[in-house]
């Protein structure tokens, strides 16, 4: 058993430890404070994982094998686990998403069914202002609305991180079908790429 993993259920034992004492060591059981240990244990299981995860690697076991036990697939499991070397540098990759990126997404789709097309195009990045112009925007949007109708609602963000870049996946519903957005968001904020996939396509081209 790894250092690391041991560190880490060690500090998660200490705690839950504390969680189940505070009944009887405080008086004053404010339920947001139980609110903000559970949290705080949430994320040390997750570095739990992470660490067992790493274990697992460490000792020859395959990214399909992993992926079998998390009920992901094995590129989902390395996504979210792994540690890729930049054939560039030789150094560790990033593979920490953009903060805030699914909130990013969200005001781009918003500013799409808001026809507010100045709005998206101001946070594109030199290529993109280069092959995707305001009108161009405009006609891809309405293309999809002649297709599937009306646009109703977004649904949950998934964010992941790949290579240089974090790239978002949106749901959308219309009217009379279902597509995804998918947007990729440079370092700085801005959009290196923006996409209205049928959700089929988004399906098999993830």
Do not use: C
Request: proline share 2%; aromatic share 6%; charged share 25%.
């Amino acid at each position: 058993m790894s250092a690391s993993f041991t560190a880490t259920g060690q500090q998660l034992h200490r705690q839950l430890g504390q969680i189940l004492a505070a009944p009887v060591l405080r008086d004053d059981n404010d339920p947001l404070e139980l609110v903000r240990a559970a949290h705080d244990v949430q994320g040390m299981a997750e570095a739990l994982l992470a660490a067992a995860v790493l274990q697992a690697r460490d000792e020859g076991r395959t990214w399909q094998e992993i992926g079998g036990v998390l009920g992901v697939s094995r590129q989902a499991a390395f996504q979210r686990y792994g540690k890729p070397i930049d054939p560039r540098t030789g150094e560790t990759m990033n593979t920490t998403a953009l903060a805030g990126a699914d909130e990013l997404a969200a005001a781009v789709i918003d500013d799409l069914a808001g026809v507010r097309w100045a709005d998206v195009s101001a946070r594109f990045d030199a290529t993109m202002r280069e092959r995707l112009s305001e009108e161009g925007l405009a006609e891809a949007w309405v293309h999809i609305v002649g297709l599937a109708g009306a646009y109703e609602s977004r649904g949950k963000t998934d964010v992941m991180r790949a290579g240089d870049f974090t790239v978002t996946n949106t749901p959308l519903a219309f009217e009379a079908g279902d597509y995804v957005a998918r947007i990729t968001f440079r370092d700085d904020r801005t959009i290196a790429g923006l996409f209205l996939l049928d959700a089929d396509a988004a399906q098999a081209h993830q």
